[in-house]
């Protein structure tokens, strides 16, 4: 059986839904980050060396960590799943696009985005409006045209279809609700956006994202970078 170790405010929340909608058993184990540090605990580190979330364990001694490889690797258990479009599929293609853009686009420039707010809040206050300036401007000429071009996409792509890759959830969308409801959260998504707004609405209506938010214990989904 898998083991889900869900780390609070973290990515891993993807992998609980995923198991959500397959359905099928797996055992979940809940830990708090540090109220200090704001870090994963010292036992979910001896699991994961980079202390990061999501991570899987079996019973055959798996240890698995990376969103998208956990993601993988239980939909290599349940093969028939179609949360997966199987290779010779129309909306394959798509589904590859957005089960990746999501880690490798758009996760980066919110992360990015994070870290300037945190340096321009914690900068010493006689450097501050320097760092702020600096900060900004890099904001301006790399954060907001990238954030504007894979936004823009989803726009698109959500104006021909449900989903991201057809009219089916797919492990796409799963994949992609971490920071598409970060996005939202943090001004990227607004009224100017009405397919990603809608999106959203029904991501948190599918009755599997709402199992998952109940065992997760939160009324919203919680953002930590």
């Known amino acids: ?134 900060l900004g401007q890099a904001n301006q000429m790399l954060v907001q045209p990238r954030m504007k071009t894979i936004l823009d996409r989803l726009e698109h792509d959500l104006a021909e279809h449900k989903w991201l890759a057809g009219d089916d959830l797919t492990a796409a969308d799963i994949t992609m609700s971490y920071c598409m409801a970060s996005a939202k959260q943090k001004g990227f998504i607004d009224a100017s956006r009405p397919n990603s707004l809608r999106w959203i609405d029904q991501m948190e209506a599918t009755p599997s994202y709402q199992s998952a938010m109940a065992k997760d214990g939160r009324e919203t989904m919680v953002f930590s970078f």
């Open 1 to 134: 059986m898998i083991s889900l170790h869900h780390l609070e405010y973290s990515q891993s929340f993807r992998i609980l839904w995923l198991l959500e909608e397959i359905g099928e058993p797996y055992e979940l184990k809940l830990y708090n980050r540090d109220p200090t540090s704001n870090l994963a605990p010292p036992e979910y580190k001896a699991l994961s060396p980079l202390g990061t979330a999501p991570v899987i364990t079996d019973d055959k001694g798996l240890v698995l960590a990376e969103s998208n490889a956990v993601i993988d690797y239980i939909l290599d258990q349940y093969p028939d799943s179609p949360l997966r479009p199987a290779k010779d599929s129309p909306v394959r293609a798509d589904y590859l696009f957005w089960f990746h853009a999501g880690v490798g686009s758009m996760m980066p420039m919110q992360f990015m985005d994070g870290i300037f707010t945190v340096l321009q809040k914690r900068s010493p206050f006689f450097v501050r409006p320097i760092i702020s300036a600096a």
